[in-house]
């Protein structure tokens, strides 16, 4: 119930092309799904987040699709240029009760690559 | 955002000695979150520490092993104690702050530890 999916493990893409990274989740009691994105010997940074009220979020070149009936979303990198390369986590979690969102439950991580 | 720094940011270490790790944050926060991260692997919840409680482990780790100090709302301190070479690791901290009209977690550059 805590699982979240993530696939692929690794990706090679054309710069200027479109990376695009899928997870799912089963607990359906999550409501916050961010993107962390973490460059070797650095801590992750969140990229992007969506709530389940909209289907769709963007920002810049960045996108995340959200479908909740699939229980799935994904990241979609428009234009990917070398300076992408790292790895990509999705993540999961739920509102808390008194502040907050719950832990974040992680995905297992995709190596993005963006060759010239 | 938030900016958080910790200390270490390596270390080497003898097998049974502790390492305490420092993480700093730049302004109050109420959570914050101890993560372990194996080479090439996902991010791994290890505790949760309020201050003014007692730490929150989760399953498969405990406080004799992981002891957490929480004397304020900047500071935590997370202890790996009488290690081994399985805790080489990256040790994160993190901390939930809200941001756009919801809660995010941001996380520390991390702390990589070798144990020989």
């Known amino acids: 119930q805590q699982q979240v999916k993530q696939s692929p493990q690794s990706l090679i893409v054309q710069k200027g092309g479109i990376s695009i990274i899928n997870c799912a989740y089963e607990?359906?009691?999550?409501?916050?799904f961010p993107w962390y994105q973490q460059f070797p010997g650095k801590g992750p940074a969140l990229l992007i987040a969506?709530?389940?009220?909209?289907s769709e979020k963007k920002e810049g070149r960045f996108t995340i699709s959200f479908n909740k009936s699939a229980k799935q979303f994904s990241l979609h990198i428009m234009d990917s240029q070398p300076g992408d390369s790292a790895t990509y986590f999705c993540?999961?979690?739920?509102?808390?009760?008194?502040?907050?969102?719950?832990?974040?439950?992680f995905g297992t991580g995709t190596r993005l690559t963006i060759i010239p | 955002s938030a900016v958080i720094s910790q200390k270490p940011s390596r270390d080497i270490c003898q097998r049974g000695t502790s390492l305490t790790i420092q993480c700093q944050v730049d302004?109050?926060?109420?959570?914050m979150f101890w993560y372990r991260q194996q080479p090439g692997q996902s991010l791994t919840l290890i505790a949760t520490a309020n201050q003014g409680s007692e730490a929150t482990y989760e399953s498969g780790f405990v406080i004799d092993k992981f002891p957490i100090s929480r004397p304020n709302l900047t500071f935590s301190t997370l202890t790996v104690s009488n290690m081994s070479p399985e805790d080489s690791s990256i040790y994160l901290c993190?901390?939930?702050?809200?941001?756009?009209?919801?809660?995010?977690?941001?996380f520390g550059p991390g702390t990589r530890l070798t144990v020989l």
């Open positions: 302004s109050q926060v109420t959570m």
């Open positions: 607990n359906t009691a999550f409501d916050y």
């Open positions: 993190s901390v939930e702050r809200a941001s756009g009209g919801t809660d995010t977690q941001y």
């Open positions: 993540a999961a979690s739920r509102s808390g009760w008194n502040f907050g969102n719950e832990k974040l439950t």
């Open positions: 969506i709530r389940p009220d909209v």
